[in-house]
């Protein structure tokens, strides 16, 4: 079980930030194109992908590049809902705007978020590790 919220790798200086919660679950290794691709495969399964974040009013959510997130084009994006249990402050979370991070969470392909306008949904955020 992690406890720690936040652990600092000395090569990298990597932000993790993680769930108190016990998780069992594999998570599978999904590039973010593959994902959007073919939402249906990976509905109900934990994965891992990695993004662009980015986070505004009613709009949260992973994209698949800089231009993409800059465009607010939400078809190439997955709404993001973070677990309760995850341990980020709100000057970490606003910290993560705009920059690439890796999530771990659960798809639902059925679930396009405000408005129905992104291409799936990841639920149950327990991971995310900032990208340098």
């Keep these: 079980m992690i406890l720690s919220s936040v652990f600092v790798s000395s090569c990298h200086d990597s932000k993790e930030y993680t769930s108190t919660k016990t998780t069992v679950k594999k ?3 999904v590039d ?3 994902l959007l691709s073919r939402p249906n495969d990976f509905h109900g399964k934990p ?3 990695t993004g ?3 986070a505004e009013f009613e709009h949260v959510g992973l994209y698949k590049s800089r231009w993409d997130s800059r465009g607010h084009n939400y078809k190439k994006a997955f709404w993001i809902e973070f677990d309760d249990s995850l341990k980020i402050n709100d000057e970490e979370f606003e910290n993560l705007n705009n920059k690439r991070i890796t999530v771990r969470g659960t798809v ?4 396009q ?3 129905s306008e992104f291409a799936g949904s990841l639920t149950g955020i327990t ?3 900032e990208i340098f």
């Design 32 to 34: 973010f194109a593959e």
């Design 113 to 115: 978020g405000h408005l």
């Design 47 to 49: 994965i891992e992908t």
């Design 108 to 111: 639902d392909a059925h679930s």
């Design 27 to 29: 998570f599978q290794i």
């Design 127 to 129: 991971y995310i590790r």
């Design 52 to 54: 662009i974040f980015r």
